[in-house]
């Protein structure tokens, strides 16, 4: 099943969704221009659509092979006629546990950049980040291990974020 064209920038999150939703790794490529550049949530950085096809076909073979992608937000800013950022915060669910970790449900950011081309909007670039509540970095441990944590005292509010209301 084909997505519909993307008329409007905001779009762009229903149609990532649907095509996740389906594990249709193709449709998610058909999202992005050739040269699109996509950043995951561990900073693996791809730069060509073949590229996001071969990351997003093994996800859904491997990781995300009876997961569900759900759409929480779409925050829509135009630059100019033809070029527009989407921020869209979503949630994962039925992530495959790895041999460490249990895989629970997720929220994350993704921040599409959309350039308008032949009457239809395509993705130049995506980058998703994993959203942990409550923290403000992460850090290396000892052991080299990477963690969240929280620099504020007694629940400060340290500036308003949009995801944590």
């Not at 449709?27 to 996509?38: P, V």
């Not at 730069?47 to 093994?58: G, P, Y």
């Not at 996800?59 to 950022?85: C, H, P, Q």
């Not at 869209?88 to 950049?113: D, H, I, P």
């Amino acid at each position: 099943m084909k997505l519909k064209p993307i008329k409007k920038p905001q779009e762009i999150a229903e149609r990532f969704a649907e095509a996740w939703n389906r594990y249709d790794a193709k449709q998610i490529a058909s999202l992005f221009f050739e040269k699109a550049d996509f950043v995951n949530v561990t900073g693996k950085w791809w730069d060509n659509k073949e590229d996001i096809f071969k990351a997003h076909d093994f996800g859904f073979r491997v990781i995300f092979k009876n997961s569900k992608l759900e759409v929480i937000t779409v925050k829509e800013k135009m630059l100019s006629d033809d070029v527009a950022v989407v921020h869209t915060r979503v949630r994962v669910s039925g992530q495959e546990k790895s041999e460490t970790a249990k895989a629970g449900k997720r929220e994350t950011m993704f921040l599409f950049v959309l350039r308008k081309s032949e009457g239809q909007w395509l993705c130049e670039s995506a980058q998703n980040t994993d959203i942990i509540f409550g923290k403000q970095t992460n850090i290396r441990d000892d052991k080299g291990e990477l963690k969240s944590v929280s620099y504020k005292e007694n629940n400060e509010i340290i500036s308003r974020d949009l995801n944590e209301g």
